[in-house]
């Protein structure tokens, strides 16, 4: 059983087909069906009246100097990323803060905790029995757990960091220009 490979003619092949950039096979493969699917051959000669419409425009030639002038735009558009991208370690409040949030969120873990009662294991039993309840779930447990708290409170640091880290280069990118 050999599967048969669905053609399909886009735009963008017709384009390709137009400009030769197509290998044999595939000029074959657009041939063949055009041949069988005369709309997509209109298509084909709207692609050539806008190549013929294309060639007919006026070329202008450039003014003497103007890659002189795009080259130095584009480097002072780029003198403020260098600048900011040297600096970006050594600002003392992005440490300062990560080094705050980093201990608010680790100080927890290094602190003995109080000994809390154990919670009961869920116990699942041998054989469902379909007259028993569904059972349900506690989020309240989920939610007052300690290390569901302090992955959220991870979180929260983290994204706070990146908050700041984005503020941070807003700033030098306003100061160096």
Same mark, same amino acid.
């Given at each position: 059983m050999e599967m048969e490979h669905k053609f399909? &003619?886009?735009?963008?092949? #017709?384009w390709d087909y137009a400009d030769g950039f197509l290998s044999p096979e595939e000029t074959r493969q657009v041939a063949d069906? #055009? =041949? *069988?699917? @005369?709309?997509y051959q209109a298509r084909l000669d709207q692609i050539h009246a806008e190549k013929?419409?294309?060639?007919n425009l006026p070329l202008e030639k450039a003014d003497s100097g103007?890659? =002189?002038?795009?080259?130095?735009a584009w480097a002072a558009e780029q003198q403020p990323a260098v600048a900011t991208a040297k600096n970006k370690g050594n600002d003392w409040i992005f440490w300062a803060a990560s080094s705050v949030i980093a !201990?608010?969120?680790f100080l927890p873990f !290094? #602190? @003995? %905790? *109080? %000994?809390a009662a154990p919670a009961k294991p869920l116990e699942i039993p041998e054989k469902w029995n379909p007259q028993w309840e569904l059972p349900s779930y506690d989020w309240a447990g989920l939610f007052g757990n300690n290390t569901t708290y302090f992955l959220l409170l991870a979180t929260l640091a983290? &994204? %706070?960091? *990146?908050l700041l880290d *984005?503020? &941070? =280069?807003?700033r030098h990118l306003q100061t160096a220009a």
């Open positions: 399909m &003619l886009t735009d963008d092949l #017709l069906f #055009l =041949q *069988k699917h @005369p709309e013929r419409a294309f060639a103007f890659a =002189q002038q795009v080259m130095s !201990l608010l969120v !290094l #602190l @003995p %905790s *109080k %000994s983290l &994204l %706070s960091l *990146k *984005k503020y &941070l =280069q807003v």
